[in-house]
């Protein structure tokens, strides 16, 4: 996601991102997400004052919008291809990745937050993962499913994907991707019938 040629704060949110698809957040540090950017640590404090925590919620957040562009561009031919998409942008990731990349979202999401407290990448990584929802859920709706198994089958998918990406990693193959993707194939055609 990182590019040498984009602004120096873009860089350090799309490094961060891909740092802790890789590594989670807590075995990363801010010292070490500069790093992974080349960027200077200087920079990195400058843009993200707050710190490590600042920096993981940009790095979910900018991750969410990442993946919401491409599903609301393949969401515009329908639920089938927006899941194929979905699916598809999952599949390069670990793929390229040689399986040491998931998504920083889940990764993110998945860490024990400190005693009665919700960190703001926790909190950034529920509202990405409704944004997807609901990008789903509306496309399901707008291509017949009713309202109610809309919601239920987007967050299924969302769910379906985010495990399965888990599963690429541990076993080193993509084909959990195929086995997910024919049953959520199936299970789109079978809502949008209803």
Not at 15 to 27: K, N, V
Not at 33 to 59: I, R
């Amino acid at each position: 996601m990182a590019k040498s040629s984009t602004p120096s704060r873009e860089r350090i949110v799309a490094g961060a991102a891909d740092m802790i698809s890789r590594r989670g957040l807590s075995a990363t540090s801010i010292r070490e997400m500069a790093k992974h950017a080349k960027a200077p640590l200087g920079s990195t404090y400058h843009y993200f004052p707050e710190g490590k925590q600042q920096l993981a919620t940009e790095a979910v957040r900018y991750s969410g919008e990442w993946v919401a562009r491409s599903l609301r561009k393949e969401l515009e031919a329908g639920p089938a291809a927006g899941l194929a998409a979905f699916l598809a942008l999952w599949r390069r990731i670990v793929f390229e990745s040689d399986f040491h990349a998931g998504c920083p979202v889940l990764a993110v999401a998945i860490e024990e937050p400190p005693a009665d407290e919700v960190p703001p990448a926790l909190a950034a990584a529920a509202d990405v993962f409704e944004q997807w929802e609901n990008l789903l859920a509306d496309s399901l709706r707008a291509h017949g499913a009713r309202a109610e198994q809309a919601a239920q089958v987007a967050t299924l998918i969302v769910a379906a994907v985010e495990g399965t990406v888990a599963l690429c990693r541990a076993k080193r193959s993509t084909e959990p991707l195929d086995r997910t993707a024919a049953q959520l194939q199936y299970l789109i055609a079978a809502t949008i019938k209803n």
